[in-house]
Nanobody
């Protein structure tokens, strides 16, 4: 299993954009799916987007058309491009891996904070 480190968060105005990165400690080429979760205070982490080994993507309804998840197997990095950001996108964003039996949710990195505010 690889270790994943998130980066790229920050403060952005509503309507703005950010790109998050998730760097892996080893090869991601054979990982079944990679995913982005987010968590707000008092809430459980929730899946936002996922990228399959074949590049296929899935998104939660609230971010469809605004977020784009992608993976660069050569760079061992997962990305999340976020456009048209809204205040409700404010959260800590985490990445994790699915080796075929579901996303691993018992071990998390530090995440990266995204704050959408004017």
């Amino acid at each position: 299993q690889v270790y994943l480190v998130e980066s790229g968060g920050g403060l952005v105005q509503p309507g703005g954009s950010l790109t998050l990165s998730c760097a892996a400690s080893g090869s991601i080429r054979d990982i079944y799916r990679l995913g982005w979760y987010r968590q707000t205070p008092g809430q459980q982490r929730a899946l936002v987007a996922a990228v399959g080994r074949d590049g296929s993507t899935e998104y939660v309804d609230s971010v469809k058309g605004r977020f784009t998840a992608s993976r660069d197997n050569a760079q061992n990095t997962l990305y999340l491009r976020m456009n048209s950001l809204k205040p409700e996108d404010t959260a800590i964003y985490y990445c994790t891996a699915d080796y075929g039996l579901g996303f691993l949710t018992d071990r998390w990195g530090l995440g990266t904070q995204v704050t959408v505010s004017s």
